[in-house]
């Protein structure tokens, strides 16, 4: 059961434009949505999380947009640039523990 | 502050040994959670810790399993391998075992069962 999933699976887009993912949820029970950024080889690293009391966060170059009532929220990265180039996750988590549930993923290729 | 570090980085097994692996937390975190990250099934939980006990636990056969000691570091192991249980094993750590506590990642544990 695929509790969150993600869209699309890869994009490509020049140096300077927007990159948009997009994430939607199932399970009402999720209360903090944050996305992670994950190199060839490394770990996925936190970039921006949200809960969904806020309909939208912003940092640097990154935007998260909430819409609760359609159980979706997305990930905006503003002048793409090539160092962007990575897989984006999307992911939920309840109130209690830890659990985080991911979508399955973008890979972002942002050509010079 | 040093970042999560699991050791080894690279392992390589066959089919019916075991394994360990070892995940040290950031200073100051306390649980430490385990996840799967293969390229047919993405990143899925196997379990968290905190305070020595296992909180909660993913859809994984007991095949897997985990402990943490005192000092927060936590080891999963997994007996019996199989060849679908080559995958990048990744560690996180957080302060606490609740709310929105931010989630680190360590550099994972590349595991391929020949």
């Known amino acids: 059961q695929q509790q969150v999933k993600q869209s699309p699976q890869s994009l490509i887009v020049q140096k300077g434009g927007i990159s948009i993912i997009n994430c939607a949820y199932e399970?009402?029970?999720?209360?903090?949505f944050p996305w992670y950024q994950q190199f060839p080889g490394k770990g996925p690293a936190l970039l921006i999380a949200i809960r969904p009391d806020v309909s939208e966060k912003k940092e640097g170059r990154f935007t998260i947009s909430f819409n609760k009532s359609a159980k979706q929220f997305s990930l905006h990265i503003m002048d793409s640039q090539p160092g962007d180039s990575a897989t984006y996750f999307c992911a939920a988590k309840k109130a209690a523990g830890n659990k985080l549930t991911f979508g399955g993923g973008t890979r972002v290729l942002v050509k010079p | 502050k040093a970042g999560v570090t699991q050791t080894p980085r690279y392992l390589i097994k066959t089919r019916g040994q075991q394994v360990t692996l070892s995940c040290s937390p950031i200073s100051g975190h306390r649980s430490v959670s385990w996840y799967q990250q293969t390229p047919g099934q993405g990143l899925q939980f196997l379990f968290e810790?905190?305070?020595?006990?296992?909180?909660n636990k993913g859809n994984f056969p007991g095949r897997f399993s985990g402990r943490q000691f005192s000092n927060s570091r936590s080891e999963m192991n997994v007996s019996t391998l199989e060849l679908g249980d080559s995958a990048l094993y990744l560690c996180a750590s957080s302060l606490g075992p609740s709310g929105s506590n931010e989630q680190f990642f360590g550099p994972g544990t590349r595991l391929t069962v020949l």
């Open positions: 810790y905190f305070s020595e006990t296992q909180r």
């Open positions: 399970n009402t029970a999720f209360d903090y």
